[in-house]
Every structure is written in structure tokens, then in C-alpha cells.
């Protein structure tokens, strides 16, 4: 994955007048998981931003409030790439990825953001892009190359995540589709249902003509 840099501030007010008053400055509330697990009650210190959210009986999570600049975060957002951001808080640096966005459903405006800190050792689930190469079969006589899904869900170490998952359709056939479970890439485990469709060369009206002639001329 291609790095992004990123500075962010700890947040310590989330009323809605706070959040308001952020978004008017031109910034973004966000919220750093994947934090430290520790043991509950809680007795050690916590920066800035920092809270602990239970996530079972006796142990919890440490997730930080931050926030960041829209200008900082734009290359980031209004893209097809995926990008693991280093990103500076509290006077550390950590390695995150951007896990999801609310947009405001009118101005499409960018509400808040869910940032995933990330470790070498620890696998997480990302979507990525799908590139596809070759000139599949199925075209060649006639048919239309079609995209089902864009990108696909991977489970793998952040550094062992490619900028795209690159599928060659070459010996795809007309009529024909290339499904999930046929997919395989070295060091990633697909998530999505293996049946589901990633590309297919479909019929035109063309192609059913020239197939009929050719049917009729035997």
C-alpha cells in the first residue's frame, strides 16, 4: 500500500455543539480503534482523547476522540486507492488504516471517520481494488466485459496488502463468469462468499446473431 501522512488531534469534547463548532473550522471528527487491550476496572493513565470502551466482562479497549483537518484528509478520502497512514498524535506516531466514513446524506458532506490502528503481527479485514488485465474470449467474439464487484474483501497483516488485486481474464469465455472462489492470491484470504461474481462476459445482441447464423450455416 502506498503511505499517507497524517497529523491529528486528541478530541475531548463529542457533544453535538462541539462537533458542530469542529466542522465549522474545517475539520473532522474521528475516532482511533484498535487501541491497547487492558484489564477493568482501568487503574493506568490515559492521554488525551483516550477512553477505555468495554468490550467484554473484566477488559477493555483503549480508543482515542481525534480529529482532522478536511484539507489533510481529502487526498485520502476522494480516491479509488487504499493507503496505510502514519499518523502523528499525542506526540506519537502509529500506523492506521481508514476502516469507514458517514457522509451527510444531503451536501455529501464528510461527517465522521473510523480509523483502525494496525500492527505487523496482526491480520485485519480491508476492502481492495480490483484491477483487471487481459483481453478475455468472450470479447474477442463479441461479447461485453462486465464488473460485478470493484473491490473485494482481503484478511491479511496490513504490510502483506497489495494496491490491487490484479485478475487476468484472458481464458474467460463468452457467456462466462469468474466467481470469488476461483480467485487466489498468495498470503490473502478472500472474505466475500465465494460464489459471488467478480467479472462476466455477457451476451450482446451481436454476439446471439453471429452464434445463431453460424448454427443455421451447419
Given at each position: 500500500m502506498k503511505r499517507f501522512e497524517l497529523n491529528a488531534m486528541p478530541r475531548v469534547e463529542g457533544g453535538k455543539k462541539a462537533l458542530k463548532a469542529l466542522r465549522a473550522q474545517?475539520?473532522?471528527?474521528?475516532?482511533?480503534?484498535?487501541?491497547?487491550?487492558?484489564?477493568?476496572?482501568?487503574?493506568?493513565?490515559?492521554?488525551e482523547g483516550e477512553k477505555v470502551i468495554e468490550i467484554e466482562r473484566g477488559r477493555g479497549v483503549i480508543v482515542t476522540d481525534i480529529a482532522v483537518k478536511m484539507e489533510d484528509v481529502r487526498k485520502l478520502i476522494y480516491t479509488p486507492d487504499i493507503f496505510e497512514v502514519e499518523m502523528t498524535i499525542n506526540g506519537q506516531k502509529k500506523m492506521v488504516v481508514m476502516k469507514d466514513l458517514q457522509f451527510q446524506a444531503v451536501k455529501d458532506t464528510v461527517l465522521h471517520i473510523d480509523f483502525l490502528e494496525v500492527y505487523p503481527d496482526k491480520p485485519i479485514v480491508m476492502e481492495v481494488p480490483v484491477k483487471i488485465e487481459g483481453h478475455a474470449e468472450g470479447v474477442k467474439a463479441g461479447g461485453k466485459l462486465t464488473m460485478n464487484m470493484r473491490?473485494?474483501?482481503?484478511?491479511?497483516?496490513?504490510?502483506?496488502?497489495?494496491?490491487r488485486l490484479v485478475i487476468n481474464v484472458d481464458n474467460l469465455g463468452l457467456g462466462k463468469s469468474m466467481q470469488v472462489g476461483e480467485l487466489h492470491f498468495e498470503g490473502l484470504e478472500l472474505m466475500n462468499a465465494k460464489n459471488a461474481v467478480v467479472c462476466a462476459v455477457q451476451l450482446t445482441r451481436a454476439a446471439r446473431g453471429a452464434a445463431a447464423a453460424a448454427a443455421a450455416g451447419k
Open positions: 474545517g475539520c473532522v471528527p474521528a475516532v482511533l480503534n484498535g487501541g491497547k487491550i487492558v484489564e477493568l476496572p482501568y487503574a493506568g493513565t490515559l492521554a473491490k473485494l474483501k482481503v484478511k491479511a497483516c496490513y504490510t502483506e496488502i497489495p494496491e
